[in-house]
Structure formats: C-alpha cells, structure tokens
C-alpha cells in the first residue's frame, strides 16, 4: 500500500482543504499536549498539530510515507516517527489525544483487526484523552467513486484511477505511467477500503471502552471524536 503511489500522493492530494478539514476538528476539540497520530502519512495534517503538541508521535506503516513527512515537517525537537501498524504499536507513554484521518480507519478492513486497534489506542490514552478519527461514508462513495475512472496527466506521470464498490467494500485500482524520456515504466496498485456503518463504528468504540462519543462530518467523511 502506498509504495509507488508515495511519490505522486502529494500532488493528488493539492485539492484537499487540510486547513479547513482540521478547523472542523478543532471547532469540536482542542487538540494539545502529548499527541500520537496514526496513519501521518506525508504529514499534511501533522504540521496542524505540532504547535500544539508537547510531544508529537507520528506512526505510519509505510516507510515512504515516513520519509515524505520527515521532509516537510520542521525538524524540531518533541517529534518522532515509527513505523508501525495501528494493532502493533507498543509504548509504555500515554497520550491526550490520539489522531487517524484521512480514511486510516477505512483501510482497516477487519472487524477483529478493527476491535484489537482502538483497544490499543485506548489503552494507549491518559484518563479523559480523546481519539478522533474519520471515516469515509457510503453514500459519498456511491455517488462519487462507484464505477467511475479518473484519468489524470501530469508532466512526470499519467494516472488510470479506477473504483468499484462491492457491499461496503470499495475497490481502487491504480496504474501509473512513470515517464522515463522517451518511455514509461508502468506500476500498477490495489486498494481496498472498508466503508464502515456509523452505528458499528459507535458500537466498536464502546466495546473498546470509549464514551461520549460524537459525530460531526467534513466532506463525504465522518469524524468521531471519542473520549476514554
């Protein structure tokens, strides 16, 4: 996952309002002191939280996610990064507040693997800390994904982008054109992404020991705000 596809991530992603997008967030939580974000990827919502953080954890499975936010974000003391999955990650420190956005959670395709990684955030959390994270909807999905290929030319690359929803399961298949002078080299990725109901989403959270748990919305995506 993202192996490839790191390289040409942050151009793809320009469009999104990341400003706007934590300024939902932050209307609802104010986010400080210890801080772990899980699934940082290039760092484009890392750089809202390090102002504010006392310390900043930042966890990704993937190694060339890791190193493209190790290149945007200021190189400042309190910042860390690991290579992790969100089940695995193993700490003896508790944080405030703990972060995956941008459809971590989606990727998460598991009910078991889902229940065993927000136990461990929540064990992970001081008293009273808060794990906020969103999920992508299936209603968006539907009408925006479902069946429909993107085509997108850039001066150093051609992206096919194809989606497909089966059930709640929605496909994407990604073939990348690398432009090598006068030839491509082509890379071809598979995403699958879970697109979870609310009401299970709520009842998981409370099976993993969170409460008042609240649900605000950004874009075709759903942001729980859940507190231990």
């Known amino acids: 996952m993202y192996n490839k596809f790191s390289t040409i991530y942050e151009q793809e992603m320009l ?9 939902t967030i932050l209307e ?14 290039s760092g484009n919502i890392s750089k809202y939280l390090i102002s504010s953080s006392k310390k900043l954890t930042l966890v990704d499975s993937s ?4 190193s493209l936010a190790r290149k945007k974000l200021p190189s400042i003391s309190g910042v860390e ?17 703990a972060l995956s956005c941008i459809d971590v959670i ?14 461990n955030i929540y064990n992970l959390l001081k ?10 909807s299936y209603e968006f999905s539907l009408e925006e994904l479902h069946n429909k290929t993107f ?5 150093d690359y051609d992206l096919v ?19 090598e002078d006068e030839l491509y080299e082509k890379e071809i990725e598979s995403h699958v992404l879970r697109l979870w109901d609310r009401k299970y989403l709520k009842e998981i959270l409370k099976k993993a020991g969170f409460k008042d748990i609240e649900i605000t919305s950004y874009y075709g995506r759903d942001i729980f705000i859940s507190t231990k």
């Open 28 to 41: 609802k939580v104010e986010i400080s002191g210890d801080v772990v974000e899980f699934g940082c990827g």
């Open 151 to 155: 085509f997108i030319e850039r001066e």
């Open 63 to 66: 190694s060339e996610m890791l």
């Open 161 to 179: 982008w194809s989606n497909s929803l089966e059930e709640d399961l929605l496909y994407m298949d990604l073939n990348m054109y690398f432009k």
């Open 106 to 119: 989606n990727y998460i395709v598991d009910g078991d693997e889902l229940l065993k990684s927000l136990k």
């Open 81 to 97: 990064y690991i290579s992790s999955d969100i089940s695995e990650f193993n700490t003896n420190y508790k944080y405030d507040y």
């Open 127 to 136: 008293g009273g800390g808060s794990y906020i994270f969103d999920a992508k």
């Open 15 to 23: 469009d999104f309002d990341y400003k706007s997008y934590m300024e």
